[in-house]
């Protein structure tokens, strides 16, 4: 009944990744004399020995030291009768070091507040599981296999922040004239911008540069890019 990481021990365990030995030695871990592979699935198993899976370790959410698993958000949000489907996700928080946001695509001929869809979830859940930063959208962003691309929402919405602010507060990004003022931001519209903003954010270190834009203007090398 206690929630903890899955692993799995048994012969046909992959020795490791490739030219990764970092990613090999947090994934094949001994125990006991044994290799036992970590999967980064969370879950428990019940009295009568079958294993349900509660979430990614990674995704764990920690506002103000809680623990919050998005999944159990997700199925609240989704059991409003204007909710459609749901995502949560952690984002930065100076405060709680850890915030809850939430991303809903509402029913055809549907219509939600902010404030209700709070008010809902207060009913039914802890009040620091309530997401804090919540947005509507009309699509999530999916895999081909229908899995919601978390890590493409989490820097929309921290752009959306500074964008709302009216000024660049972190890392670099394009600017207008050195305004200093994000003034149109055009999220990933496809599976393969999505995947080609990863790998730039991988070599380069810039989160989430518009699709339309020139990358090179974000004061990226022009080796990075080709890395």
């Known amino acids: 009944g206690e929630v903890g990481e899955i692993i799995i021990q048994?012969?046909?365990?992959?020795?490791?990744?490739?030219?990764?030995?970092?990613?090999?030695?947090?994934?094949?871990?001994?125990?006991?004399?044994?290799?036992?592979?970590?999967?980064?699935?969370?879950?428990?198993?019940?009295?009568?020995?079958?294993?349900?899976?509660?979430?990614?370790?990674?995704?764990?959410?920690?506002?103000?030291?809680?623990?919050?698993?998005?999944?159990?958000?997700?199925?609240?949000?989704?059991?409003?009768?204007?909710?459609?489907?749901?995502?949560?996700?952690?984002?930065?928080?100076?405060?709680?070091?850890?915030?809850?946001?939430?991303?809903?695509?509402?029913?055809?001929g549907m219509v939600a507040t902010v404030d209700e869809i709070r008010a809902f979830c207060k009913e039914r859940m802890a009040a620091y599981k309530v997401p804090t930063r919540i947005e509507f959208r009309d699509t999530l962003p999916k895999t081909m296999v229908g899995k919601v691309l978390r890590r493409v929402l989490t820097p929309l919405i921290k752009l959306r922040a500074c964008r709302d602010a009216r000024k660049v507060t972190g890392d670099a990004m394009e600017m207008r004239g050195g305004s200093g003022y994000i003034e149109e931001w055009i999220e990933p519209r496809l599976l393969r911008e999505s995947h080609l903003g990863s790998i730039w954010e991988g070599t380069t270190n810039i989160i989430a540069l518009d699709v339309i834009r020139a990358s090179m203007k974000a004061g990226a090398h022009r080796a990075l890019a080709t890395k």
């Open 10 to 108: 048994a012969p046909q365990i992959m020795k490791g990744y490739w030219g990764r030995p970092d990613a090999t030695a947090e994934m094949i871990q001994m125990h006991d004399g044994e290799r036992w592979l970590h999967t980064g699935d969370l879950g428990y198993l019940d009295e009568d020995g079958y294993v349900f899976i509660v979430d990614r370790k990674k995704d764990l959410i920690k506002p103000s030291g809680y623990q919050v698993w998005p999944r159990e958000v997700e199925e609240v949000l989704s059991q409003h009768p204007a909710v459609q489907e749901a995502a949560v996700a952690g984002i930065p928080d100076a405060y709680k070091g850890e915030a809850v946001a939430a991303w809903i695509v509402l029913k055809a």
